[in-house]
């Protein structure tokens, strides 16, 4: 390669967690879990690459080409989420419990949506006589329990999916929590607050793909060299900036959002006697695009509640909690303008909360906002 195109000598991935769970033994049984969660978005990462190309667009059928129940939302589920779901479900699964074995005889892809259907069911099958817990909480109208594990995995594996359509940015969340020893699996033992995260990241499909990752202990960045389809550690302890100029809200619900929300808005576009005038409006309406934005240039994301989504559109469990261990473990923070996102228990698995995330100037201003407009009420 020409001198300027040489290659950084860089970690690989597998060789940063190697040295992370040497140096904290109690994360020992986190690093094939990881290992295979990379592996499943290098996987995520192709078909996304190719979903102009082959069939994984549209509506979701079963072997019988019957569309597939709808989603808690009542959509359709698409064949991108269906296929994106099956394949993180197997790196949980199988990275606690051999799942490979059983859908690894499978083809690496399947091809289109009908062989997805036959494998998700294979695995179904395979996780219930294993030992392992897995909850696919993404849309999933029944969420099924498989069986018993040390790890619970909560994931959105392709948010904001629907980008795809104008090849815009999109990315996988997931969340990692202990299951609480001596008591049974159950949905219940989901209902954990973000303090209990002990692991959490994302992967963002864009101009590069980067799996952000945190362990508690810092956040780092590893981009996937598709060279040789290895995440090489290209960023070191990230750190969100104390400020920053970027506002990231979808403000054509700006009439629906809270009073404080409004004003510190506006105090954003004008400046005022505390806010300091912020110049940079970014949207791109993928919450893994617009936080990664945020985490690397400082600003704030936001998506309050609506009308039309009461207590907000994010998920608590498996978007709103492990961006904000992310952005919390960057020196950031993460609130839903009353209080910290980490803090709150969720009563089910599909609650959703008001999420602001960001520069720790930037989130502390709105929350100050609420905390006058709230008292003056
Ligand atoms: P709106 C994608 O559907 C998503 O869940 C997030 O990725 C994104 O931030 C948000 O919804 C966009 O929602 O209402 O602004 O289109």
Known sequence: ???????????TFPRYLEIECWKRPELRGLEPVLQAVAEACKQINRIVQRAQTDDVYGVAVDSTGKPLEENVQGEVQQKLDVLCNTIMMQAFCGSSCNIHSVASEEEDEPRCCADVMVRFSQMC??????????????????????GQGEYIAVFDPI???KNIDASLPVGSIFGIYRTQPGKPVNAESFLQDGNSLVAAGYCLYS????????????VDGFTLDPDVSRFLHTHQ????PSNGAIYSFNE???NDFDEPVQKYLSALKHGSSSIKKRSTARYIGSMVADVHNVLI????????????NKEGKLRLLYESAPMAMIMEQAGGAGSTGSRRILDVKPKETHQRVPTFLGSIENVFELDQFYKYYSDEQ
């Open 1 to 11: 390669l020409p001198k300027q195109l040489k290659k950084k000598a860089l970690t």
């Open 207 to 218: 101009a590069t793909t980067i799996l952000v990752l945190t362990l508690g202990s810092g």
């Open 252 to 254: 054509a619900n700006y």
């Open 125 to 146: 099958n395979a996780c219930s006589s294993w030992n392992l817990t897995c909850y696919s909480l993404h849309d999933g109208k029944n969420d099924s329990v498989f």
């Open 237 to 240: 302890d990230i750190r969100v």
């Open 159 to 161: 948010d904001g999916s």
């Open 297 to 308: 240039n400082g600003g704030i994301y936001g998506y309050p509640r609506t009308l039309g």
